[in-house]
């Protein structure tokens, strides 16, 4: 059975409800059964209709080389642009740590659930067996690994000044006797410095998004209370925005409430 990427058999994706999320890579809240009541469905239906984003995880093959990877770029836009996909946009991530379950993340960003699935059914019905040929012997990927998240912005998206970024992923679980009250009076406290912030030095490229899963766990991903999403457009506003929160309070805030594993990547706009 093929494995083609974006475009992998489809991964079938559950929705769900509940308290927010119960991981890095994880799922939360109830499986919506066919019992659910109208609101339930209502609340299904929304959901269809909200961003997407995904991560692929990509492992590098033999014949692996940073050209080989550009030219299948180039390849895999011209596929997705031919099949005329309402997609947002695709990136590409590079971990700053050594993992040993990937060597890279092809993140997918789209509109609607619905939109996703038209693309990934699209994709594998007309691009599949070519997209795989291509790519034989460079780079891999597996259908249980691939993760779709429900975004929520915390701060406005930024822009760089060009197509490179940082991020930073932020996999937390609350310690004994706190929870999700005390991580919204952070974000409200967190939201106060950042206005204040740039208000004495300016603008940065800072934002920072809060994922919720849409997918049921896997081996290699275990369940957390919460995953915050940080993303810089530069590496310079990232040192440069670290050093200024270091001498605020809100570290030790945050390390009271919860404990953080965090996660460094490169990243980059392929479309």
Not at 132 to 153: K, T, W
Not at 164 to 172: K, R, Y
Not at 181 to 191: I, P, Y
Not at 223 to 247: C, Q, V
Request: with cysteine; charged share 25%.
């Amino acid at each position: 059975m093929s494995q083609g990427y974006f475009f992998l058999n489809r991964v079938k994706l559950n929705f769900f409800k509940g308290e927010i999320m119960k991981f890095i890579y994880t799922l939360i809240g109830c499986l919506l059964l066919a019992s659910c009541s109208t609101s339930d469905n209502s609340d299904d239906q929304n959901m269809s209709q909200s961003p997407v984003v995904e991560y692929v995880w990509q492992t590098k093959g033999p014949n692996y080389s940073d050209d080989a990877l550009e030219s299948l770029i180039d390849s895999w836009n011209q596929k997705v642009t031919e099949g005329g996909y309402d997609m947002i946009g695709a990136n590409i991530l590079v971990p700053q740590f050594q993992p040993e379950t990937h060597d890279f993340v092809w993140v997918l960003r789209w509109p609607s659930m619905e939109a996703r699935n038209f693309a990934w059914d699209h994709f594998q019905a007309n691009f599949d067996q070519e997209w795989n040929e291509e790519r034989a012997g460079i780079f891999s990927d597996n259908s249980e690994d691939v993760y779709a998240f429900s975004p929520s912005l915390g701060r406005p998206m930024k822009a760089g000044d060009g197509n490179t970024f940082e991020a930073e992923f932020n996999f937390c679980n609350y310690n004994e006797g706190f929870g999700e009250s005390d991580l919204e009076k952070f974000r409200q406290d967190f939201g106060n410095y950042l206005d204040q912030d740039e208000m004495e030095n300016g603008e940065d490229t800072f934002w920072y998004v809060m994922l919720e899963p849409l997918f049921e766990p896997t081996t290699n991903v275990q369940p957390t209370d919460y995953l915050w999403l940080n993303i810089w457009g530069s590496k310079e506003d990232k040192d440069s925005g670290y050093a200024r929160y270091s001498e605020t309070d809100l570290q030790n805030q945050a390390d009271t409430f919860s404990t953080c594993q965090r996660f460094p990547h490169s990243g980059r706009v392929i479309r």
